[in-house]
């Protein structure tokens, strides 16, 4: 572990990227998926909201960190405890409709990508798509087991994605909440206001599904889901996008 401390500010040393600094933290999560993959994924869905998109190769490249790296151990993963176990996965889940459609769609997609012209970009599209079956939909049937598995996923994607709301939202009045500012309040966590307003107003309807189900939980809980609701709230008006705004819409009716 200090081997890779030492080399990892070494090289930021050199190079002046920071997310070299990175590498001590890849290490010891390398270890935790060793020692018990479980936790290394609750870990790695609490990273997704937060991940940042770092470009390299001239800006002709780039990559979200943590989260991407994180989804292709789990690519690598999934067989190995697959074929450990092959019964793993219900039988249940086989005969879904759902994962009948999924695995049609993709052996599907593999055709098209047999007889693509453009074969470099449509086998990395092919992977990408593996690895999000991998980590989305394959793996989280050995995951989510008791409700309890549910209430700690809402969580573990609560609070780090208010996190950046309220960075986003600070940023933002900084600028003086500016339309033509929005882009640029984004802080390099999100591509787009789009894209940012989307997952937001997208996990808010969550919100409101847990607002009645703390009834009986102590204050503490239902003031900070409050806040949450309410600083939700302002971050998809704040981010301007109408379809996020006119989606809230259903909900009051």
């Known amino acids: 572990a200090l081997t890779v401390l030492a080399g990892a500010v070494s090289v930021w040393a050199y190079t002046g990227r920071w997310y070299f600094l990175l590498a001590p933290f ?8 060793a020692l018990n993959w479980k936790t290394a994924w609750w870990i790695f869905l609490a990273t997704i909201p937060v991940s940042i998109q770092i470009n390299f190769a001239g800006d002709t490249m780039s990559i979200p960190l ?8 789990f690519l ?9 176990n092959p019964r793993r996965i ?53 995951i989510f087991k008791t409700k309890k598995d549910f209430i700690r ?8 994605m208010l996190a950046t709301i309220l960075v986003i939202l600070v940023h933002h009045a900084m600028l003086g909440f500016k339309f033509d500012k929005v882009q640029k309040s984004m802080s390099g966590l999100y591509y787009n206001h ?10 808010f309807p969550l919100l409101l599904i847990c607002w009645p189900l703390t009834k009986k939980r102590s204050p503490v809980v239902r003031i900070s889901l409050a806040i949450a609701i309410v600083v939700y709230l302002l971050g998809i008006y704040f981010a301007y996008a109408r379809a996020a705004e006119v989606g809230l819409v259903p909900l009051g009716a």
């Open 76 to 84: 690598a993963l999934f067989p190995l405890v697959l074929a450990a």
């Open 26 to 33: 890849a290490f010891l999560y390398v270890v935790v998926l």
């Open 153 to 160: 996923a809402f969580w573990l994607l609560l609070v780090p």
């Open 194 to 203: 789009v894209d940012y307003s989307t997952v937001i107003s997208m996990f």
């Open 66 to 73: 943590p989260d991407q790296p994180m989804i292709g151990m």
């Open 90 to 142: 219900p039988e249940w889940f086989w005969r879904d409709n759902l994962t009948l459609i999924i695995l049609l769609q993709y052996l599907w997609t593999a055709v098209a990508v047999i007889f693509s012209k453009m074969l470099f970009f449509s086998a990395k599209f092919f992977l990408a798509k593996a690895w999000l079956l991998a980590s989305f939909y394959f793996i989280p049937v050995w």
